[in-house]
């Protein structure tokens, strides 16, 4: 099972451009249990990837590894230069990421406004002990336009609705126009529409040339949005295309569940659903690019 699905995740990389992020073999332990050990996982901008496991196995200790907030050993390559693990991101490698944390992590009772919440965003480029300047504006004003939140931009923050905060996060992760964006969990607690909502947004945000990169408790919803799934149990169980992992062996060995799982069989109608959809996309493509072929060569 592990060399089918890791053949398949080798051949989906061929169809991706080069990897904006790379980890590779990557290992953390925390207060002496080993909580990740030889994850290894690329991800190219114009994706949108889900990163999914059980409570427990190690998804937001992954991101905060990336970020360089917790003490590990591996390699991490970020926009192409390597970078030292257990360190916080500095210089290049910092403001290429974007870090959506989860909502609770935020201080919405800090007596600050929706504007200077998402300026906080901009601390990396602008530093500790300078005021913010023109371009720094700028960039926020684009930020809140791109969520559809600047219409609220003078709101305090602590008025805001469960939906309404989580786009602020987002926009305060966008400020720094980063070319990856990681989310932690960005769907806890909110409800469908919302959800949505949300899945477009960042969908949108893939499209335009960032990697997106979210973990994500909702196994179907996760199937459903992203281009890629990684299955993290400690370690990456396996990767690929929703199609790719249609089959229930590798969700069955990363969450413990067995054979009869009604999971296992949402999974599989919803991976079935992506599989019919991103073959219409593909012949859709490619009649348009056969069309356009055409049209040069009788013009």
């Not at 080069?18 to 953390?28: A, M």
């Not at 693990?85 to 989860?102: C, D, E, F, H, K």
């Not at 305090?156 to 602020?168: A, F």
């Not at 969908?203 to 799934?229: C, F, K, P, Q, Y």
Request: charged share 25%; hydrophobic share 45%; net charge positive.
């Amino acid at each position: 099972m592990t060399a089918t699905v890791a053949g398949t995740a080798a051949a989906s990389a061929t169809r991706v451009p080069p990897p904006v992020l790379q980890v590779d073999d990557l290992s953390v332990v925390l207060g002496g249990r080993r909580v990740l050990e030889g994850v290894g996982l690329r991800v190219s901008e114009g994706e949108l990837v889900g990163l999914v496991g059980p409570n427990g196995a190690g998804k937001t200790t992954l991101v905060r590894a990336v970020l360089g907030l917790l003490p590990a050993s591996g390699r991490i390559s970020v926009a192409g230069t390597v970078v030292r693990t257990g360190r916080a991101r500095r210089s290049g490698a910092a403001l290429a990421i974007g870090y959506v944390p989860q909502r609770h992590e935020f201080a919405w009772d800090f007596p600050v406004t929706v504007e200077e919440a998402v300026l906080t965003g901009r601390v990396a480029r602008i530093g500790w002990l300078r005021g913010a300047g023109t371009e720094d504006y700028r960039q926020v004003r684009r930020a809140l336009d791109r969520v559809e939140m600047s219409h609220l931009r003078r709101r305090p923050v602590g008025e805001l609705s469960g939906g309404q905060r989580q786009r602020v996060l987002v926009a305060r992760a966008l400020a720094l126009d980063p070319r990856i964006l990681l989310l932690d969990e960005p769907f806890t607690g909110l409800d469908v529409p919302t959800q949505e909502h949300l899945t477009t947004l960042f969908r949108e945000l893939a499209s335009e040339e960032r990697a997106v990169i979210m973990t994500n408790h909702d196994l179907v919803g996760a199937v459903h949005a992203s281009d890629r799934l990684f299955l993290l149990n400690r370690t990456v169980v396996a990767s690929g295309t929703p199609a790719e992992l249609a089959d229930p062996e590798p969700w069955m060995t990363a969450f413990g569940v067995s054979a009869g799982s009604p999971l296992l069989a949402a999974i599989g109608k919803v991976a079935a659903s992506r599989a019919d959809h991103d073959r219409s996309g593909q012949a859709r493509s490619d009649g348009a690019r056969a069309a356009a072929q055409d049209g040069r060569e009788h013009a």
